[in-house]
């Protein structure tokens, strides 16, 4: 059988889907047949017969194949009929370079048909191996478009707008300035009562997550999950609220509900050891040697710890907040009066919005929360990571940054609230306004 | 959803409270030394029957200021002033507390 006659294979398809790669044999006995099958040569008895009654003649035959070529063509080939290339181009190839030798993709009208062929053609006596080279086409970089490309609008998260403190600490402000970067690879610890890591608006956040207590890893009150979504929830990703800073490496280490002492002091050490570069504490209680130890020891190796003022309206020295060198953070409301919930004492540092502020709760019911997923929670607790976002959005902004520029930073950058001029027990130096922060750094 | 007391007032027993319940102690040597001696001597100072258990905090860590820390567990029945006492008037230990409780805020 000669295909000379047939009519030409029709033009090539697109779709790589539709492609099966075949190296013909280079055989003396394969080329002869593939020879006969082009029609170049007489039909041969015996042997060379074979490619005439083979799969890959009667595809072409069938005229099921779309085209074929030789994928590495020579001009001499181009001039040639599509079979005449194909074969031809084995007796070229097996002078220049025989691992490349009849190497030719073969085109089919869809993909089951390619599917269906490979198998066919793997049997056929003049072909060395068919396969189907989908996959690898699509592991290749795809390469950039010289036009501008439309961004896909972000999706709004829809909680955003019951998010008065992001108002108020002037974070849009903050990333539309020159310089702004997110915070996607500051590490941020947070040593609380773990985390529900299966919330929706927690997805990819959390790089390490581990138990210190005699409890498991999920967060059974809440808190945790609160005080981390205030930090990091995925921001314009269509889901609840939006995190203030952006770190993508969060460590979550539970201590508390229950409380371990011994595992509070190896949550520290572990944040300490494990290039923890923010530590949020929004916790606190009496004072604690061990605790003071350990603290001073993350702040010696540059940890920058950050802790609650405390809730008690009081005076009272709340620790670890009131460890020399620690950030302190009091709790500001909507009309930046101070909560009357907050702590004071010459260790204050500044204060942030800490009353009715909607963060992330468990997906499942949890000791604190009066309901799922979302809720708004008061305390010097919530008001803490919204400084420590802040110092996130520092360090990615000035990697490197020292502790003491950081708090020069957020205090230089405070807006003087209540009537403030310097600094007062009450608002320390001021409320916390992400945009004056960066600007000073 | 909405404005509620200050999550502690609720949720924490007392700021200061300690915690009693199994009642420990954490010891700090003013030197490094052998473990096993350091925890001989809180074994001796507190009373054998009074010590349930003497680990180190960080076993595993070469730090001075690490490995010299100890969890000491007391038996039940012992006096947690006591023990702390008799710690405290060794010229060996730099401190012996009790763990003060901590809450979210």
Redesign the interface.
């Known amino acids: 059988m000669s295909l000379r006659s047939r009519a030409p294979l029709r033009m090539a398809l697109s779709q790589t889907s539709r492609d099966v790669v075949i190296k013909l044999k280079t055989t003396t006995t394969a080329r002869r047949s593939l020879r006969v099958l082009a029609g170049i040569e007489a039909p041969p008895r015996g042997a060379a017969r074979a490619a005439t009654r083979g799969a890959m003649a009667s595809m072409i035959a069938d005229g099921r194949v779309a085209s074929i070529e030789p994928l590495f063509p020579t001009p001499r080939l181009r001039r040639a009929r599509a079979v005449e290339r194909m074969v031809l181009s084995v007796d070229e190839d097996v002078q220049q370079d025989q691992e490349l030798a009849g190497l030719n993709m073969m085109r089919f009208d869809s993909e089951k048909e390619a599917l269906d062929a490979c198998g066919k053609l793997n049997r056929d006596a003049t072909i060395e191996y068919a396969h189907h080279p989908e996959e690898r086409f699509k592991a290749l970089p795809k390469r950039r478009s010289t036009r501008r490309r439309r961004r896909a609008p972000a999706k709004v998260d829809p909680l955003r707008n019951r998010q008065w403190a992001l108002g108020a600490i002037e974070l849009a402000k903050a990333q539309k300035a020159a310089g702004f970067k997110q915070a996607s690879s500051v590490v941020v610890g947070v040593i609380d009562s773990g985390i529900d890591s299966k919330h929706p608006d927690l997805k990819g956040v959390f790089v390490d997550e581990q138990s210190f207590t005699s409890g498991p890893v999920q967060d059974t009150s809440g808190h945790g999950t609160h005080v981390s979504g205030i930090i990091a929830a995925v921001t314009n990703n269509g889901v609840g609220i939006s995190g203030t800073c952006q770190s993508r490496k969060l460590i979550s280490l539970k201590a508390l509900d229950p409380y371990s002492a011994s595992g509070y002091y190896r949550a520290i050490r572990h944040a300490t050891d494990n290039s923890v570069q923010v530590l949020n504490l929004s916790l606190g209680g009496g004072h604690d040697r061990t605790e003071e130890l350990l603290i001073r020891r993350a702040l010696r190796h540059g940890v920058i710890v950050v802790a609650a003022m405390g809730n008690e309206g009081s005076s009272l020295p709340s620790y670890p907040a009131a460890i020399k060198n620690v950030i302190s953070v009091g709790a500001t409301n909507e009309t930046d009066g101070l909560a009357n919930f907050s702590n004071t004492g010459r260790h204050i540092n500044l204060v942030a919005p800490g009353v009715n502020i909607l963060s992330t709760v468990p997906t499942y019911p949890s000791q604190l929360a009066e309901s799922t997923h979302y809720d708004s929670w008061p305390g010097t607790s919530m008001a803490t990571p919204f400084v420590v976002a802040t110092i996130a959005l520092l360090l990615a902004k000035k990697p490197g940054a020292t502790r003491q520029q950081v708090v020069r930073a957020l205090q230089k950058g405070a807006d003087k609230v209540g009537g403030l001029r310097g600094f007062s027990t009450r608002f320390g130096h001021g409320r916390l306004n992400v945009a004056g922060a960066l600007a000073q750094i | 959803?909405?404005?509620?007391?200050?999550?502690?007032?609720r949720?924490r027993r007392n700021?200061?409270e300690?915690?009693t319940d199994p009642k420990?102690l954490?010891v700090?040597f003013a030197r490094s030394g052998d473990p096993a001696k350091q925890q001989e001597k809180i074994r001796r100072l507190v009373g054998e029957n009074s010590v349930r258990n003497a680990d180190q905090?960080?076993p595993d860590?070469s730090d001075d200021?690490?490995a010299t820390?100890f969890?000491v567990v007391l038996s039940e029945g012992a006096s947690l002033d006591q023990a702390k006492a008799s710690l405290d008037g060794d010229d060996d230990v730099e401190?012996a507390?009790e763990?003060?409780?901590?809450?979210?805020?």
């Open positions: 959803m909405g404005l509620r007391f200050p999550l502690p007032m949720w700021p200061s300690p915690v420990i954490m700090k905090l960080f860590d200021e690490l820390l969890e401190y507390h763990p003060v409780e901590r809450s979210g805020r």
